[in-house]
């Protein structure tokens, strides 16, 4: 199977911009939850969706935003970029019969913010 | 809402000896608490996992115990080799939420 797959893996863009990225989960996987990578901050949650939903949201401004597509892709977007948003941008699938939470992450996105 | 706390930042090891990395979490809620290895420039991978239910489990030379009662938890690797050294994350997730609260991570250095 294949893994985890984020698209674009880096990405440059200036204060003020939005961006989106892009996850699609492995196969069959219907839940995608995203995280952002600081050195300062670690791993933090950002949100989580299962069929189109969102069911959970960590601790962000409404600037972060994301949704879910039919075939549980799911795309992220910044708007109105702030320096502070440069990060790795992760994204995690997780099998829909899993009675537990085994999240597998795809290779990131690198989002720096001029 | 969870809190996980890692120790230590850092870790330098001789090849061949035994590492020990230790996580204490808060909320009671918590069920499942994964380990992820991530090595430079690369996604962090799942090494090994425990659920709530069991105290200690085994995958080779990794293996990871669990104390409720203290709220803590902790991953060992022995015969340590070069090719571990990475950081490693510990986390926590509690119920049905599929929201990871990860520790600070770990920097493991395997010295030849």
């Known amino acids: 199977k294949a893994g985890v797959t984020q698209t674009p893996r880096y990405l440059i863009k200036t204060r003020g911009q939005q961006v989106t990225l892009s996850c699609s989960p492995i196969?069959?996987?219907?839940?995608v939850s995203w995280y952002q990578q600081t050195p300062g901050q670690g791993l933090q949650f950002l949100f989580e969706y299962f069929s189109e939903t969102q069911r959970n949201k960590g601790n962000f401004p409404g600037r972060f935003s994301g949704r879910q597509f039919s075939n549980s892709r799911s795309e992220m977007n910044v708007s109105t970029l702030e320096l502070g948003d440069s990060a790795l941008y992760l994204c995690a699938s997780t099998p829909r019969t899993s009675s537990y939470n085994e999240q597998f992450f795809g290779p990131g996105t690198r989002l720096t913010v001029l | 809402g969870e809190n996980v706390e890692q120790h230590p930042s850092t870790l330098s090891v001789q090849e061949g000896d035994s590492a020990v990395i230790k996580c204490t979490y808060s909320d009671s809620a918590s069920n499942y608490f994964p380990w992820y290895k991530q090595e430079l420039g690369k996604r962090p991978q799942l090494i090994i996992d425990?659920?709530?239910?069991?105290g200690e489990k085994k995958d080779q030379r990794i293996a990871v115990t669990l104390n409720k009662t203290a709220k803590h938890f902790s991953l060992h690797i022995t015969e340590t080799q070069p090719e571990d050294s990475a950081v490693y994350f510990c986390a926590a997730c509690s119920g049905s939420a599929r929201q990871l609260t990860f520790g600070s991570g770990t920097q493991l250095t395997v010295l030849p």
């Open positions: 196969s069959g996987h219907r839940s």
């Open positions: 425990i659920r709530s239910n069991v």
